[in-house]
């Protein structure tokens, strides 16, 4: 028999943190837009996605944008492709979103990475503006970036997730696929569960969502 997961659903950028430290999955839920363009750029066929913290943050949390641009580096190496950046502004020029961007793409450069593209955080539309195929997909971004970030700083078992439709994916199935991803990157990992992440406290719309994979996960016949 196969030993049950633990689940919880958390918020902010401090809960990530925590839940990384406890040695748990950690799924991002960032619906508007961060986890659903991501979803999107996975549909579109990019090699890996990852999030990242802007130059500043107001969360009491530690991160490092920089690393984030090194392990993209790391990872589009393997894949044998450039970077994409997604950051905000959502509406507003590449200069302006690559302002905020500075130490991620210091971490890039450090890593021999290249960027390709840059791109607003607008969820599933940012994956028709570039070819996505085998890239890989950084989201730099004020609540789901810094969730994510602060996750990876304690551990690599990081992913994302989101309910809204995407490029490829609609009605329940988006919110079935981070499920999955979940399931598969907790038990690859032996991790002692997982946590469902509302990027922020604040918007309903992602601890709706959050909950909502959850209840998914533990629905699952394997967890």
């Known amino acids: 028999m196969e030993r049950s997961l633990k689940i919880i659903v958390t918020t902010d950028a401090s809960g990530a943190q925590q839940a990384a430290r406890e040695a748990l999955a950690v799924v991002i839920v960032d619906v508007i837009d961060m986890s659903t363009t991501l ?9 890996a996605v990852l999030g990242a913290s802007p130059d500043f943050t107001r969360a009491p949390v530690k991160v490092s944008p920089e690393q984030m641009g090194k392990e993209a580096a790391r990872l589009s ?5 450039g970077i994409i950046i997604v950051a905000e502004p ?7 979103r690559l302002a905020r961007c500075q130490k991620l793409i210091k971490g890039i450069e450090l890593g021999k990475g290249v960027i390709e ?7 599933a ?16 971004t004020d609540t789901g970036g810094v969730a994510y970030d602060a996750a990876f ?8 997730g989101t309910v809204a ?37 604040n918007s309903m ?7 909502f994979i959850a209840n998914l996960i533990m629905r699952d016949d394997n967890v």
């Open 39 to 47: 979803e999107s750029a996975l549909d579109a066929g990019a090699y």
């Open 77 to 81: 190496r393997e894949a044998g492709e």
């Open 90 to 96: 959502r509406v507003g020029t590449d200069e302006e």
């Open 117 to 123: 593209a840059v791109l607003p955080n607008i969820g």
């Open 125 to 140: 539309e940012a994956a028709k503006m570039a070819n996505l195929n085998r890239r890989v997909v950084v989201a730099c």
């Open 153 to 160: 700083q304690e551990c690599k078992w990081v992913t994302t």
């Open 165 to 201: 439709r995407s490029l490829k994916q609609k009605g329940v199935q988006p919110a079935l696929s981070a499920a999955r991803r979940a399931v598969e990157l907790a038990k690859t990992n032996l991790a002692d569960g997982i946590a469902v992440v509302a990027a922020s406290r």
């Open 205 to 211: 719309e992602d601890i709706l969502a959050a909950q």
